[in-house]
């Protein structure tokens, strides 16, 4: 069974880019294998970063001559898992998509699943779009609903929210916390288009630099591995790889 992950948010400015940064490093740095799949075209911030050679291109379009290339998505996670950067405001496209090519029991006829990653900032449009996001796929697509703490400090309007909790409880969603960059860390990462994976590394960064990003990753993956989605390094792994960091 492959999984195609969808990191979603629907509206601009929640950090979809980031986090699908994040699970692309998580599964390099597990050795999990994927492909990586950019659907943003006017703002294709993974593509940029991991290049051509890695990222897989596949558009969401409501035009009749383009509906056929979001159906790349699927031929490519056939044999590997797959993470999709999804663009702003696709739902509806999205919906389309799944609709017209009855992606759940095709899905289930070939052995791929559906997870989302959904990305929000607490605020009201962002609720009122996560709760969209439940409804439609209540039942056939579980939701991871990442909260993004460098974007809101007080989640107490999400979790009084009766709406949204009641979904949550009844898709039995795991709920994250995406933990705060720096935007001066950010920022850095998207000028000089490095991975987490380099940034780790990069010699022209002072060592405490280098650890922002160690901290940063190492604190997402312990977030993305409460959830049991992803298979957890076997016992040992980590100290093995610090061995042999400290032996080169």
């Not at 969401?60 to 001559?65: H, I, N, Q, T, V």
């Not at 929000?120 to 969209?132: A, E, Q």
């Not at 999400?158 to 898709?171: I, T």
């Not at 390094?233 to 790889?241: D, F, I, M, N, V």
Request: some cysteine; proline content about 3%; hydrophobic content about 40%.
């Amino acid at each position: 069974m492959t999984t195609i992950h969808l990191v979603d948010g629907e509206k601009g400015g929640v950090g979809k880019s980031l986090f699908a940064h994040i699970l692309i490093q998580h599964c390099i740095d597990r050795g999990i294998l994927h492909e990586t799949i950019e659907t943003d075209r006017s703002n294709p911030d993974i593509l940029k970063i991991f290049g051509a050679e890695k990222v897989k291109m596949a558009v969401f379009s409501e035009d009749p001559e383009y509906h056929d290339s979001a159906n790349d998505i699927f031929d490519l996670s056939l044999e590997h898992d797959s993470i999709v950067s999804l663009p702003s405001q696709c739902h509806h496209m999205m919906m389309q998509w799944f609709e017209r090519m009855d992606l759940f029991t095709t899905g289930q006829q070939h052995n791929v699943a559906f997870q989302k990653w959904f990305l929000t900032d607490g605020m009201d449009d962002s609720i009122s779009l996560l709760v969209r996001s439940l409804e439609s796929f209540a039942g056939n697509m579980p939701h991871v609903v990442v909260r993004n703490h460098a974007l809101n400090k007080d989640w107490t309007f999400f979790e009084a929210h009766e709406a949204l909790q009641k979904l949550v409880k009844k898709g039995k969603c795991h709920v994250i916390d995406l933990p705060h960059l720096s935007p001066a860390s950010y920022r850095k990462l998207n000028i000089q288009r490095l991975t987490l994976g380099a940034a780790r590394e990069h010699t022209d960064f002072k060592v405490l630099g280098r650890q922002v990003y160690i901290t940063f990753m190492r604190r997402c993956s312990e977030q993305i591995d409460s959830t049991g989605i992803f298979p957890l390094p076997a016992e040992g792994t980590q100290t093995k790889r610090r061995a042999s960091k400290t032996a080169s």
